[in-house]
């Protein structure tokens, strides 16, 4: 049996990847759909909404099955669901039915978006032991870099097809990129090595890091490790996603810059959501999973808290930019963590449970601004509460690096 391209295998996760990261081009269609069916913007609002929602879910109920039946068939599945969502939702706006949009994109969209982000991630961390990190951040990246791709080629078609066209087309390139790519994932062999990577660990060069412990889903879930990885990425997210929610806002308010130079500084902010991906991820190869999270957070903390109080442009934007890239770092470098602590046995399963923490964390971000907005009257003062969440969560960081060692050195007087 010819042994498969691991890189190869990189690129088909970032061809799953790019097409479900999608959905953070989703406000490009909110007005279009607003002026052609005289819906509110919470209508529209709403299939987002739902998507993401059945993200954290699917990506939670579907682990053992990504787990059990591989990558290609999961992938395969995500394809489908994600290409016939996509599709139906064009159909859905010719009815003009609201109902129709939420079940094709929010529910079947949004399964297809979970199973599909959680698909190749255990995948590569099994092909990349020595990369692990690098390997998984550049699958997320893709879902980071995403909307940078499909935000202008949805508003370019729009304007050409129209909206249930835009669809029409956008759904069935999904399909066919996501099917493509799904047809080359595959699990490796039990305990694979790339070769060069074991030439070097038989002449004495390089050293494997062994996992902090083999776990499937139903023992880790009783760890304390399993509630520290959920917080820290529950924190991050809900943060980031609060800065992602007021920045234009945020930047208007504190230092005073046109709506329009605005937009290009959160436009720019994606890209440093998807580079912080692989930066991160791959420097954490280095640094040690633990930490690279110490630094998100303790930095972070600061980052929050001074931010109000900046008035000079540049040096305000490069803040922002340093905080959107923790928070790409932060989604990307997780797998690898998982990995690390709990073995790659039901890696799958076990990050799909803590993805639950996005979910949540999209709930949970919007309205702590918006109760501190109402209370306080200003945006800048939700940044001092958000400080506050970074030196819980850089605490329980520092506890988390604390317990790996109890363990490891446990695991080295058991032998």
């Keep these: 049996m010819i042994e498969k391209n691991r890189w190869l295998m990189a690129l088909s996760a970032v061809g799953v990847h790019l097409c479900i990261g999608s959905v953070y081009a989703w406000s490009v269609y ?37 787990e059990k039946n591989g990558p290609r068939v999961s992938a395969l599945i995500a394809a489908s669901l994600f290409g016939l969502g996509t599709i139906g939702s064009g159909l859905a706006i010719m009815m003009e039915s609201k109902m129709l949009l939420y079940f094709f994109y929010g529910v079947l969209g949004g399964c297809g978006l979970g199973i ?62 996501m099917f493509l790519s799904a047809l080359y994932l595959e699990a490796p062999e039990e305990n694979y090595m790339p070769k060069q990577f074991k030439k070097k660990l038989e002449e004495g060069k390089k050293k494997l890091k062994k996992d902090l412990s083999i776990l499937g889903v139903n023992e880790a879930i009783k760890t304390p490790r399993f509630y520290g990885l959920w917080l820290m990425l529950f924190i991050n997210v809900t943060c980031g ?13 504190v230092v005073g810059i046109s709506a329009i130079a605005a937009a290009a500084a959160v436009g720019l902010m994606g890209i440093f959501n998807g580079a912080g991906r692989i930066f991160w991820a791959s420097l954490s190869d280095y640094l040690t999973r633990p930490v690279v999270y110490i630094i998100f957070f303790a930095t972070q903390a600061v980052a929050f808290y001074i931010l109000p109080s900046i008035t000079e442009i540049v040096l305000f934007q490069f803040i922002l930019y340093f905080i959107m890239s923790c928070y790409g770092g932060g989604f990307a470098s997780i797998p690898a963590y998982i990995g690390d602590i709990f073995g790659t046995k039901e890696l799958g399963a076990i990050h799909g449970y803590i993805l639950t923490a996005w979910a949540a964390a999209g709930l949970v971000g919007p309205l702590i601004i918006s109760i501190v907005k109402d209370v306080t009257g200003s945006y800048s003062q939700t940044l001092y509460v958000f400080a506050g969440f970074f030196i819980i969560a850089f605490i329980i960081s520092i506890l988390m690096l604390i317990n790996i060692k109890t363990i490891q050195k446990q695991n080295e007087i058991n032998k």
Excluded: N
């Design 30 to 66: 909110v007005k279009p759909i607003q002026e052609e069916l005289s819906w509110t913007l919470t209508d529209v609002t709403i299939s987002f909404s739902i998507a993401i929602f059945f993200l954290g879910l699917s990506a939670a109920l579907m682990g053992k099955f990504v």
């Design 116 to 177: 599909g982000y959680i698909s190749p991630v255990s995948t590569l961390v099994k092909w990349f032991p020595d990369k692990r990190g690098m390997a998984t951040g550049l699958a997320i990246m893709g879902f980071g870099f995403a909307s940078a791709i499909w935000g202008p080629t949805i508003k370019i078609l729009i304007e050409a097809v129209g909206i249930a066209s835009t669809f029409f087309i956008l759904g069935a390139i999904y399909f066919i990129v």
């Design 241 to 253: 996603i609060a800065i992602i929610g007021v920045a234009s806002p945020l930047l208007q308010e």
